[in-house]
């Protein structure tokens, strides 16, 4: 009898153990953004905004704005962050450590209109990047 009963738990521990590793997971495999720093009294880091303009010098609302740490995550498209344009047409990064990023901004809408930059931030130090979208 106990040995009956001792396979029915077996069976029923591996149909729990099969039924909770076939759910769905919520993996989109996107990258979340990362929290802004908004506040800091570090003398290492300096605050990073990007103004964006589309071809016609009008400010870019909901534009992305991608930073990298260097050319070679530029290139294989391995951002830190990512920002969106508010309706005055600026990204703003919060406070980074000194430094040099890049930077890919690219439209949201229509034919896709993009611009790469090299921003150095300062410490203590606003920095405001102007980034013109073209085709």
Known sequence: MCTKNSIFVLIGLVFVAVATSCTQSD???TTPQQQIVTTDSSEYNGRLKAEIRNVNNNLEDNAIVYLY??????????????????????AD????????????????SGAVARDT???????????????RLSY
């Open 69 to 90: 740490a260097n050319y070679s995550d530029l290139v294989n498209n391995l951002s830190l962050n990512f920002v969106y344009t508010n309706t005055s047409g600026i």
């Open 117 to 131: 930059a090299v921003v150095q931030v300062n410490s203590r130090r606003e920095t405001t990047r102007l980034m």
């Open 93 to 108: 990064f919060g406070y980074l450590l000194q430094g040099n990023y890049y930077l890919l901004a690219r439209n949201m």
């Open 27 to 29: 993996n989109d495999n």
